[in-house]
T-cell receptor, first 114, second 115 residues
Framework: AQSVTQPDIHITVSEGASLELRCNYS??????LFWYVQSPGQGLQLLLK??????LVQGIKGFEAEFKRSQSSFNLRKPSVHWSDAAEYFC????????????FGAGTRLAVHP | GAGVSQSPSNKVTEKGKDVELRCDPI?????LYWYRQSLGQGLEFLIY????????KSGLPSDRFSAERTGGSVSTLTIQRTQQEDSAVYLC?????????????FGPGTRLTVL
C-alpha cells in the first residue's frame, strides 16, 4: 500500500538557520508529490509539487524540495527560516494515472526560536 | 468566493446526535474532497466528488458517514449517531478538474467535538 513517512514529528530551529524536513514515500511507480503547510487554525496551503522533469522544485515562501528516486525521498528545504515559518508541514503523495487522492504523512511540527 | 469555505467552524454535539458539515468549494471547481484530521490518525481521505458523483467513497469510516454534493457545488458531510471517536477536524478541498496535476485548495475546516 502507498504510504508517506515523515520521520521527524517535531523540529526546532533558530531564526535564520537552514531547514530540512524529511519525507519518504512508498509507491511502485513515480508518484505525484506535494508539500503542504498548516498554520495554527488555518487550512492547508500548498508549498510546492513535483510531477516530472527537474527533480529540484521551487515553491512559495522560499521553500524548495528535491525528488530523489533512488532514496524514495522528497525532502523540503529552506536556506534561512523566518519566525513566521513556524507551522506544521505535511508531505503527501497522489497516485499517478488517477485523480488527486492525497495520502499524507503524519506531519512535522516546526518551532522557530528567535 | 475567493476560497473554500466551511461551516460551521466549530461544532460541539452530544454522542448519538446527527451532524451536518457544509463545504462551499471554489466556484467552477469540479472536484471536491473531504479529509479528516485527528490526533490518532493524522490526515485521512474520506471521499472524492467529481461533479455530483462520488466515484471514491473508500475513506468513509462507517455507514454512519455519508456525503452529497448538489449542483456541482456545495457539499454536505453527514455523520449519524455521532461517537466520541468522530471528534476531529473535517477538511474540505476543491480542485479545478480533479487530475493528479491539479492543486487542491483547502478550507479552514470544521472542528467537531463529540461529548
Amino acid at each position: 500500500a502507498q504510504s508517506v513517512t515523515q520521520p521527524d514529528i517535531h523540529i526546532t530551529v533558530s531564526e535564520g538557520a537552514s531547514l530540512e524536513l524529511r519525507c519518504n514515500y512508498s509507491y511502485g511507480a513515480t508518484p505525484y508529490l506535494f508539500w503542504y503547510v498548516q498554520s495554527p487554525g488555518q487550512g492547508l496551503q500548498l508549498l510546492l509539487k513535483y510531477f516530472s522533469g527537474d527533480t529540484l522544485v521551487q515553491g512559495i515562501k522560499g521553500f524548495e524540495a528535491e525528488f530523489k528516486r533512488s532514496q524514495s525521498s522528497f525532502n523540503l528545504r529552506k536556506p534561512s527560516v523566518h519566525w513566521s515559518d513556524a507551522a506544521e508541514y505535511f508531505c503527501a503523495v497522489a497516485l499517478s494515472g488517477g485523480y488527486n487522492k492525497l495520502i499524507f504523512g503524519a506531519g512535522t511540527r516546526l518551532a522557530v526560536h528567535p | 468566493g475567493a476560497g473554500v469555505s466551511q461551516s460551521p467552524s466549530n461544532k460541539v454535539t452530544e454522542k448519538g446526535k446527527d451532524v451536518e458539515l457544509r463545504c462551499d468549494p471554489i466556484s467552477g471547481h469540479t472536484a471536491l474532497y473531504w479529509y479528516r484530521q485527528s490526533l490518532g490518525q493524522g490526515l485521512e481521505f474520506l471521499i472524492y466528488f467529481q461533479g455530483n458523483s462520488a466515484p471514491d467513497k473508500s475513506g468513509l469510516p462507517s455507514d454512519r458517514f455519508s456525503a452529497e454534493r448538489t449542483g456541482g457545488s456545495v457539499s454536505t458531510l453527514t455523520i449519524q449517531r455521532t461517537q466520541q471517536e468522530d471528534s476531529a477536524v473535517y477538511l474540505c478541498a476543491s480542485s479545478q478538474r480533479g487530475t493528479n496535476t491539479d492543486t487542491q485548495y483547502f478550507g479552514p475546516g470544521t472542528r467537531l467535538t463529540v461529548l
